[in-house]
């Protein structure tokens, strides 16, 4: 089946840190990656998305790469803010019969002064 | 102007209740879902309708029953709700069912039963 796992957090960084947020999938098809950011009492918002093997996504500071070798999506960014504080959310969809979205678990990440 | 609004944003319930949650998204998209985030943030999908028509239907009870008149509406209804029911329920839509279509979500109904 298809799954994604990343790193548990929480994930606790200070002002202008790097951050890397590890994320590997496992799917039976050549998905779709995305990553998508939860803030405090707020909906999902899609962070960054990349359709094919080699593609970069980024928004906003943040990046990731679509690794086929390494079936890897992680998402890094030079330097966090306070605002950054939320929940990263990791997710693959092999489109088709609904676009079903297959998320990991999720990492909280704190960011502070 | 809010693009997937749900309505209410919290519900508090007794078990044995029956209770409905509202969607609607005026992005003009076809597509529209529900899922479920338990109580440590995992995400889950419940069912997905294409233009009123159900295409996804995870291994939900049959408690749950969504209904879609419009495009643009997607509820929920919830029959004789149990403890493990409680959790947050979001709406989301995107605009087709390929792969390449992001999701844009509401904010979440946060059911408690008690």
């Known amino acids: 089946g298809n799954s994604v796992t990343q790193m548990e957090g929480p994930v606790t960084l200070s002002e202008e840190a790097f951050l890397t947020i590890n994320c590997t999938y496992t799917?039976?098809?050549?998905?779709?990656l995305f990553w998508y950011v939860q803030y405090p009492g707020e909906g999902l918002q899609l962070l960054l998305k990349?359709?094919?093997?080699?593609d970069k996504g980024s928004n906003k500071g943040f990046e990731a790469t679509y690794r086929k070798e390494t079936t890897s999506f992680h998402l890094e960014k030079g330097s966090v803010q306070v605002s950054d504080s939320a929940v990263y959310f990791c997710?693959?969809?092999?489109?088709?019969?609904?676009?079903?979205?297959?998320f990991g678990t999720g990492t909280q990440l704190k960011v502070e002064l | 102007d809010t693009a997937v609004s749900q309505t209410p944003k919290y519900l508090v319930t007794q078990m044995g209740n029956d209770k409905s949650i509202k969607c609607e998204q005026n992005?003009?998209?076809?597509?529209m879902y529900w899922y479920k985030q338990d109580s440590k943030k995992f995400l889950k999908i419940m069912f997905s309708?294409?233009?009123?028509?159900?295409?996804i239907n995870e291994t939900v009870p049959n408690r749950f029953s969504p209904k879609s008149p419009d495009k643009a509406h997607l509820n929920l209804h919830i029959n004789s709700l149990e403890l493990g029911d409680s959790a947050v329920y979001f709406c989301?839509?995107?605009?087709?069912?390929?792969?390449?279509?992001?999701?844009?979500f509401g904010n979440g109904t946060r059911l408690t039963v008690t």
């Open positions: 989301a839509s995107s605009q087709g069912q390929t792969n390449n279509s992001p999701l844009h």
């Open positions: 799917a039976t098809g050549y998905p779709s």
């Open positions: 990349a359709t094919k093997a080699d």
């Open positions: 997710a693959l969809s092999l489109g088709g019969g609904g676009n079903k979205l297959t």
């Open positions: 992005l003009g998209h076809d597509t």
């Open positions: 309708y294409n233009n009123k028509e159900l295409i």
